[in-house]
């Protein structure tokens, strides 16, 4: 068992509960199914006894009703032909009802147990139907009477005996049936199983409740013991127990509780001779107080009155360092106005060389645009001369061809004529346009070097710029430097006269010292006995 003992508290109820659950739903389902089964046979016995027999024995006596009414129907005839008349009207109606309730019940025959049994009587009740209505009605259609009487006779009794052995044999298996399960409701051994599962499960119940309180008591036990110890001040016997649950953890605990208090009132012990022993270099420092207030007193008497003349001194500091600010920060704002000058001047300097850049950045494209026109005007001059040339072969062709050439010469003439002023216009173009390029160039020589100009000026007033940033810098900490002294003068003639004022109450504080050191004398001798008190209450204790 030592599994279980291993087991948190938790679990063990747990598996005690589940135990005694479990043992019940055992119980539960063995009745119940003992309930069920003999609910199953009750329920089969009924049916048994009220559809299957009722069936049987319906089919059984409306075979009787047949044979006596087929009987009756032979005697009438028999009756009639002695005495030489004619049945009455309808006599023949009884067998034909007779046949019609026979099908029915045997038609109500189910052949699911009795397979070749019921099969037998529904075919045999089918045969007597049919052997009547083709061996008998006939005659009677016809006034046979006698021999109709006689075809019955022949044909429909010898279904009656086999008939009746099969119902009986059926009646028979059916009853014996019942009887079996008949049997079974009075059979006792489920019962006795109920009841054995039902006497087991409620002694192994009262085992695991007794066992689950006894394991409770016993480790409640141990606990209890443990704490009796710590509440007799006795700290010398360790708490242990075998358990590993919750018991075993509170018995731990315990044990954890024990050191801590014993490692606690040593401590305490420790601390209180400890004490003791301050207490009374307390004692002995406090008398040194008593005297050293009273030196205190007489020289902070001195401090005060030094102290008034520093305040006066710092006073005259203070007035000259405002009007020291004064001057700087109005130096500082003349600075600040030239530097804003000098700013504007810097921003128009950057916004003409800008301005010269873009103008110089036009007549550069103009320079392109010149070439591309004089590329253009080449390659017209150049078309003219092959022009030229196409019409002086032209001439020449048309000279060739004599009379009939003679017009296409005088074309050829005037293209050569027009091709020659072509040239002539474009040599024309080519020098205006290389005089446009020659003043574009010099132009654009002179933008360099004005921009080069304006940006020297520009870089020389951003020096200027930082000449006068450097100098405002410079004013501005002068100003702060002037400020923060004038500050600070204010600040130590407000510390000199807190000064002055404090060395008045250090006087008083230095009497109420010797006084209060006088009283705190007592007090530490009254701690000295509570701490004696303490360390005999201590001794107490058995560590």
Request: aromatic share 6%; hydrophobic share 40%; with cysteine.
């Amino acid at each position: 068992m030592s599994w279980y003992l291993k087991l948190p508290l938790r679990t063990k109820l747990l598996l005690s509960f589940i135990s005694i659950i479990v043992l019940t739903i055992i119980i539960t389902v063995a009745a119940v199914n003992s309930m069920r089964d003999s609910q199953n046979v009750a329920d089969y016995i009924r049916w048994t006894l009220e559809e299957r027999s009722v069936r049987i024995a319906n089919t059984s006596s409306d075979m009787i009703n047949l044979q006596h009414q087929g009987d009756i129907f032979m005697e009438t005839i028999y009756n009639a032909h002695s005495k030489g008349t004619t049945p009455p009207r309808g006599f023949d109606q009884p067998v034909n009802e007779a046949l019609v309730e026979l099908a029915s019940s045997a038609e109500q025959l189910q052949a699911s147990r009795f397979p070749e049994e019921i099969g037998f009587i529904k075919d045999s009740v089918r045969q007597i139907q049919e052997r009547y209505q083709t061996l008998v009605q006939p005659l009677l259609s016809d006034g046979k009477y006698f021999e109709a009487a006689e075809a019955f006779q022949r044909n429909i009794p010898e279904f009656f005996s086999p008939v009746y052995t099969r119902l009986d044999k059926v009646r028979n298996i059916q009853t014996q049936e019942v009887i079996d399960q008949s049997r079974v409701l009075t059979n006792t051994a489920p019962m006795y199983v109920v009841i054995g599962i039902a006497i087991f499960s409620l002694v192994l119940s009262m085992a695991i409740a007794f066992y689950s309180a006894s394991y409770i008591n016993h480790a409640l036990s141990i606990t209890i013991k443990n704490i009796g110890y710590l509440e007799k001040s006795d700290f010398t016997h360790n708490a242990s127990s075998k358990y590993q649950d919750e018991f075993g953890n509170l018995t731990t605990s315990v044990e954890n509780l024990r050191q801590q208090l014993t490692k606690v009132i040593r401590s305490i012990i420790e601390s209180a001779d400890h004490v003791n022993e301050v207490m009374k270099d307390a004692q002995q420092s406090i008398v040194r107080l008593n005297k050293n207030a009273n030196s205190s007193e007489s020289r902070a008497i001195s401090i005060a009155a030094a102290t008034d003349q520093m305040v006066s001194t710092t006073q005259d500091i203070a007035q000259n360092c405002d009007v020291a600010a004064t001057l700087a920060r109005k130096t500082s704002d003349k600075t600040a106005e030239g530097k804003s000058q000098a700013q504007q001047s810097i921003n128009m300097i950057f916004q003409q060389v800008e301005q010269t850049k873009a103008n110089s950045q036009q007549i550069e494209a103009m320079i392109n645009q010149s070439r591309s026109i004089g590329s253009i005007v080449n390659t017209i001059d150049e078309i003219a001369a092959q022009t030229n040339l196409l019409a002086l072969n032209a001439a020449i062709e048309a000279a060739r061809a004599g009379e009939a050439g003679r017009g296409f010469a005088v074309v050829a003439d005037e293209v050569r004529a027009l091709a020659t002023r072509t040239g002539s216009s474009t040599n024309e173009i080519t020098k205006k346009i290389s005089l446009i390029e020659s003043d574009a160039n010099k132009a654009s020589a002179t933008m360099d070097q004005s921009v080069a100009g304006i940006s020297a000026l520009a870089d020389d007033t951003s020096v200027l710029e930082h000449v006068l940033n450097d100098i405002f810098e410079q004013v501005e900490n002068v100003t702060s430097q002037i400020t923060q002294i004038a500050t600070a003068a204010e600040e130590q003639t407000t510390a000199t006269h807190e000064i002055s004022t404090n060395m008045q109450e250090l006087t008083n504080s230095s009497r109420e010292v010797a006084q209060i050191a006088s009283e705190t004398q007592e007090s530490v001798n009254v701690t000295s006995k509570e701490i004696a008190n303490l360390v005999s209450l201590m001794n107490n204790f058995k560590l």
